[in-house]
């Protein structure tokens, strides 16, 4: 009996987890400040230009610095946008097997 | 004693699929009164129009000619709300084939028509608590619907129809699913709910039903119309 | 207000008793809104952090394009451009790519830069590299189980290898930006690459009003046509569309979440079988109105969609900020052989959960309440009948 009481509990009690979570991400945030600070002084000494995730290309590597159409740079047949060349595999042939 | 009078039918006909090539008539200029405390009995062969009479009666549906007044106001045209209002707080139905709602529990099932009625959860659990006491289900609040016996299920479906303490009950083809000891109990029941001062109108073509003795009146149909 | 509780503990009764389906919905919807937020907040935190450091970025770098593709550019260009009014000093970057036959890696090889006098962040161990020596980043260090003072074999565009010795690590709070670098002297750079004395990679050129730099930019690119400049706002620019969500990989996840949730929901709403009709006509009978259908409806699809909201978007919050988005790892790492690991910070985007909530919640609500609809104003005498 009284489902609606467990129901609205169980509301109020995922909410106060969301609430919760996103104060403390506030906090972390916040305490994050000086971490930030040296990152980006680490760009500055560095002259860095691009967050280092994809390194299985150039302008997955370096996406700030590639021009227009550098994807066709890696290979001639590779799926010219961004997270899609990321993520399919480059065509059999496409590294020189089967092309004359 | 008009106001004695709480239903009353001028010229009642029911049309389904009108104008179509089958069209049929189910009710046909029907005319009664039905008095406060009386036990009415429609009586007929399937097909006659008992059902499609009674939700007429219970507002269930709406005449395509004539008038039905509930205490003297003609409810044939009212909107769609104000018929379901009377039904909620004034008629009770027990169904033939029971229309209990399966897998939620024996006294939610009874508590069904308060919902939509504003009164606590405890007074809503204290009314069906009491009727299923009366009808002998107390042990069986928690159960579901499908675990119960078919003469179980007919007492959860009549505690249903008076969880809101209405004047009239309309009752269609009751013992239609019940054996003769389960239907000479649902006799008692019926008694009983007459003595309470209940009106009740019953459809049926039981003779063990409408021979007894506290039947005030039973009304024969035939193919659509009251002979 | 009594009377909607009761709709309410009437609709959680209804939910209950079909608990396998309902939970199952409440499963699928739970997982679909827990990938879709994961994806808005990795991308969303990727983004926000890319546009936070990168704010240290050169304000102007100048390329030299041959044919359409990126060149080496001859030293003397910068001496030009330091002739242009209002531009400072002009540096050389050195840098290029080095692939690493035994780990399969890709590696960013750079020539410790002029300000080599800074004491360097977030690193263990010293700089600049001096000759023969080389600094770092966790991934590679990791992917050759490197640590200071380990020797590493580079080969040259030569054909010789040479052996560098390991002279600092960059810390593991630094990845997202020195995972892949390995960081020697300007001197072994032109040893190993053989670029010559006179070529840099590009140039970074100092301006020092910042509101002259697209001017400074338009002038180098007319006295150089041959050059392409790209300034700092166009590097945030890109960073700023590479993780927006209506783009490539994030827009392929979505839609495809979006469109198991369509599916979902039209399943829903085709599904009013006989038996919820029927349900609807008894209730109807024994005096619900139209609305309080209407309602015990709204409430069955408030019930399943907030809680599979919340549920998802507290997954997904967990595991992006908690658990470094190790479900969508793999995904995300894509053919890299080194991928830093995900330390992000919890910026949120109070307009995404809003745009999530109205993708899901509201088509949900709508799919449950709309086909009662036309079951709720049928009359109720259809349950007399059989």
Known sequence: MHKHRIFIAAIITEILILMVLFLSGISRLKSAEGLLQRKTELVKSLMLTDLSVWTEARYTRHPSQADWFAPFQDYPSSIEHFPAGSLLHPPSGAYGEGVE | MTNDTIIRAENLSLCINRGRPNEVWPVRDVSLQIKRGEVVVLKGPSGSGKTSLLSLLGCMSRPTEGRILVHGRDVAKLPERFLTEIRRKRFGFIFQQFNLIPGISVRENVMLPLYPVDISFREMRERADSLMDRLGLSGRSHFRVKGLSGGEQQRVAIARALVNDPEVIFADEPTAHLDTKLSSDLVGILEGLKKEGRTILIATHDPLLYEQGFIDRVLEMRDGSIR | ?386
Do not use: C
């Open chain 3, 1 to 386: 207000m009594r009377k909607h509780l009761k709709i309410l503990e009437y609709a959680l009764s209804s939910l209950w008793r079909r608990k396998f389906k309902s939970l199952g919905i409440i499963a699928v919807f739970s997982l679909i809104i827990f990938t879709l937020s994961s994806i808005l907040l990795l991308t969303y935190a990727f983004k926000r952090e890319a546009m936070e450091v990168l704010r240290g970025a050169p304000e102007l770098i100048v390329q030299r394009i041959s044919a359409g593709r990126h060149e080496m550019i001859p030293s003397w260009y910068g001496k030009r451009i330091q002739e242009i009014p209002g531009v400072g000093m002009v540096i050389p970057r050195y840098w290029g790519y080095y692939y690493d036959p035994s780990t399969g890696g890709n590696y960013t090889v750079m020539a410790a830069a002029g300000r080599g006098d800074r004491k360097l962040e977030m690193l263990s161990g010293k700089y600049p590299p001096a000759g023969g020596e080389v600094v770092v980043g966790k991934g590679v260090a990791e992917s050759r189980f490197l640590s200071e003072g380990s020797r590493i074999p580079i080969k040259g565009s030569d054909g010789q290898v040479r052996n560098f010795i390991v002279a600092g690590i960059f810390t593991d709070e630094s990845s997202l930006l020195t995972n892949d670098l390995i960081i020697m002297s300007l001197m072994d750079f032109r040893d190993v690459f053989k670029t010559g004395n006179e070529r840099a990679t590009d140039l970074v050129v100092q301006v020092f009003n910042p509101d002259e730099v697209e001017n400074v930019a338009r002038k180098i690119r007319e006295i150089f046509p041959d050059t392409r400049p790209i300034t700092r706002k166009e590097i945030l620019r890109t960073y700023d569309t590479l993780f927006d969500w209506r783009s490539g990989m994030v827009l392929t996840m979505f839609g495809g979440a979006l469109l198991a949730f369509i599916i979902l929901a039209w399943d829903k709403a085709a599904g009013l079988s006989a038996e919820e009709r029927h349900e609807i006509g008894i209730l109807k009978a024994i005096g619900w109105e139209t609305s309080d259908i209407m309602e015990l409806r709204f409430w069955e699809g408030f019930v399943t969609s907030s809680v599979s909201f919340l549920t998802g978007l507290i997954g997904g919050y967990l595991h992006i900020f908690f658990f470094g988005a190790s479900i969508f790892a793999p995904a995300l790492k894509g053919w890299s052989v080194i991928f830093p690991s995900f330390r992000l910070l919890p910026y949120l985007n109070p307009y995404q959960v809003v745009v999530l909530m109205f993708l899901t919640v509201i088509p949900y609500m709508a799919a449950t309440i709309f086909p009662s609809w036309k079951a709720a104003i049928t009359d109720p005498d259809v349950v007399m009948r059989g």
